[in-house]
């Protein structure tokens, strides 16, 4: 299937997951006609990304739209600028976003605003002004989180915009599939990604404790979610825990809430 999608869109396309995502696809679709069109905020990092995928996959049509999605008006400018340049696109895959740690108590409301205006609203100003476009047989990719499957402790302005998230791929699931369009939820745990590197360190212990050592490679995160995508599937949960937690949510939320209180009695909620 990869070999008739022609153009492709990533938001925070420039590093991470939205990078190993535009990677993968450019391997797909080197050697044929395409675009990719990547977003992001950072225009130097947005260039690198660019240029590094131009050499990955030569007379592939790879453009950089430094745009931040939380501003409606500049990221529907760089969806019509994109389709202008490329076409519209057969696969988009929404993976702006950051990070803010902390407990909600201690979080300033603007912050919090932020991250929502980033999670969520950054999907929705791209998405507006893309479907009315999207063509039969064409996938919208969503990156949320694992802690958009379960309430986790330090994650009180984070973890309401993956949920805020989770919910607008449910109605898109249904309202688009009248259309023959696909819509993936992406779900990963840690990610080494830039984002997770500048929050270890700034979440609580308890957070940190409960998250592990480990965390997956955007390149594993980033197949899962083509692979989903490809055979039209809602889910794409990388790794064993996330699974789990998918497939028995109420027993599996329980124990994790039960495993956090341990560690909150035990090292104290920061």
Known sequence: MGNAVRTVFVTGGSSG???AVARDW???MQGGPGGIALFARDAARLKQAVD???ALAPGLAVRGWAVDVAEERGAA?????????LGVPDRVILSAGITLPGRFELLDIAAQRR???VNYFGAVHVLQPLLRHLEPGARIGLIGSAAGLAGIHGYGGYAPSKFALRGLAEVLRVELAGRGIGVTLCQ????ETPMLRA?????PLVTERIAGPRALRPEAVAACLIRAMEADRFHALPGLPVRLLHLFGPLAGAVLRWRQGRLIRALGPE
């Open 26 to 28: 450019a391997r797909r």
């Open 115 to 117: 991250v929502m205006e």
């Open 17 to 19: 997951i939205g990078l």
């Open 188 to 191: 990963p745990p840690d990610t």
């Open 52 to 54: 590094g995928l131009t």
């Open 77 to 85: 400018l760089a969806m019509h600028a994109a389709m202008a340049a």
């Open 199 to 203: 929050e270890r360190g700034h979440r």
